[in-house]
């Protein structure tokens, strides 16, 4: 501030010096160095080009809205379109961020041009929308007032409606969506956005639904929407048969996200078709990603277990015995390793049936032995390494296996009683929750899980 009066007093030499004295201090100091940008280029005191300055910036257009907006607060409009403008500029072929033009407009309207400003509003309003989400207090005041200078701009409303949504004023999120989906009925993503606000905060799944598909339908070559619209199906219990048609007629959306892909092998496991599930899990690398712990693997597992259970049924015990080492180990392309101490009492228990079927008890029994250990007491199963329930109800089978009856009832009764004490027990998420069950697209009801994972232990 102090450089900036000296500027505009003509005290060049004081201003000079006390540029040389803050960066002396901080090198980093971007509000000193624009200063000592524009001294060069009104004055050429130095004989630093002038193009040091907007190369320091690396093309960061969010930096030069922050500073921009601290000389807008001091009065220093000029200054303040000057440094949004060589942001702009400085953005490598890469798309304008609206919200530096709808800065820029405001900034040329409070310096009295409004000509240029009506010109940026109307610019803002047809730049591309991708990745553009405003977050600061400002931001409510500008695209208010662009609202009110260019009625028919449907995007500074979206972009508000989208800022209010992340400060929880749902309300005003929505009206301000309304608005910007009556100026432009055809922008798929203000529907996805509906959906979100119906499903999660309104309570009105239907029109969630309704929502969500009408955005599918205008961009079908959008993967997460796609993506979203499977979720919801699957929160509002599609059928199984129907979700994967849909899957196979855009296969190329599909393939473009590992939770889409992984999602297509899950269906496959569901109608029973593992040998197919098992050869898309195969045929594709994944990547690990947050929230998609042990997904990938547990679907791999799945469907070698069950391919195993077949081939018990019809006596084929070496193929089953087979299918269940190949399970233990976890192949590369599948994006994770085995956690320490990972429970596979189901593994063993059936490789124990299959050594049986072969006439080798000693293995048989071996196996069943292996399938008896682990933690005795259930917990609830809410995140992917929390030990599941069905492991100590295999533990018991095996003890059945082994002739230890008593030691078997007392597993199930341990499960029944769990879940009788906690059937009625209310969770809540934890802000820092991750590796969850299913995608946290759609606000899930955790009690009610736990409710009906509680009376699926009260019936073992």
């Not at 955005?215 to 048969?241: G, V, W």
Request: proline content about 3%.
């Amino acid at each position: 501030m102090k450089v900036s009066i000296l500027r505009k007093l003509n005290r060049i030499e004081e201003a000079w010096n006390q540029i040389e004295e803050s960066l002396a201090l901080d090198k980093f100091n971007i509000g000193i160095l624009f200063e000592k940008y524009l001294l060069i280029r009104d004055r050429v005191l130095n004989p630093v080009t002038d193009s040091e300055f907007p190369t320091l910036l690396c093309g960061n257009i969010h930096t030069c809205i922050e500073y921009s907006l601290d000389l807008a607060h001091t009065g220093l409009f000029e200054e303040a379109i000057e440094l949004i403008k060589i942001g702009i500029k400085e953005q490598d072929g890469a798309p304008v961020y609206p919200m530096a033009l709808y800065y820029k407009a405001w900034f040329e309207s409070q310096n009295g041009d409004l000509t240029t400003s009506l010109k940026s509003l109307k610019e803002a309003a047809t730049a591309n929308p991708d990745y553009c989400f405003p977050n600061q207090l400002e931001a409510v005041v500008i695209l208010e007032w662009a609202i009110k200078q260019n009625p028919a701009d449907s995007k500074a409303p979206w972009y508000l409606g989208n800022f209010w949504y992340n400060a929880r004023q749902y309300e005003k999120a929505t009206e301000n969506w309304e608005l910007s989906a009556n100026l432009d009925d055809k922008f798929p993503t203000v529907h996805r956005n509906f959906a979100l606000a119906y499903f999660n905060k309104l309570n009105e799944p239907e029109k969630a639904l309704a929502e969500l598909e009408k955005a599918f339908a205008l961009d079908k070559s959008d993967s997460r929407i796609f993506m979203e619209l499977d979720q919801l199906y699957k929160r509002l219990n599609f059928p199984t048969d129907k979700r994967l048609q849909k899957f196979e007629k855009y296969v190329s959306l599909v393939e473009e996200r590992d939770d889409l892909y992984l999602e297509r092998v899950a269906l496959y496991n569901s109608l029973g078709e593992f040998e197919k599930s098992y050869d898309l899990s195969m045929a594709r690398k994944f990547h690990p990603w947050e929230g998609g712990e042990g997904k990938a693997t547990g679907q791999y597992i799945f469907s070698l277990t069950e391919q195993a259970k077949k081939a018990i049924s019809i006596k084929a015990f070496d193929a089953a015995v087979e299918l269940l080492n190949r399970a233990q180990q976890y192949p590369v392309n599948l994006g994770e390793g085995k956690l320490y101490g990972a429970q596979e009492n189901e593994l063993f228990y059936w490789l124990g049936c299959a050594y049986k079927g072969l006439g080798l008890s000693d293995k048989a029994y071996e196996c069943w032995e292996i399938a008896t250990k682990g933690l005795m007491e259930p917990a609830p199963a809410i995140f992917y390494n929390d030990q599941q329930s069905d492991t100590i109800y295999f533990q018991g089978l095996a003890l059945i296996r082994l002739n230890k009856q008593e030691e078997a009832r007392e597993r199930f009764e341990t499960l029944i009683r769990f879940g009788n004490q906690h059937l009625h027990d209310e969770f809540k998420l934890d802000y820092f929750a991750v590796s969850l069950p299913d995608l946290q697209i759609w606000d899930d009801d955790l009690s009610k899980r736990n409710r009906e994972n509680c009376q699926n232990l009260i019936r073992c």
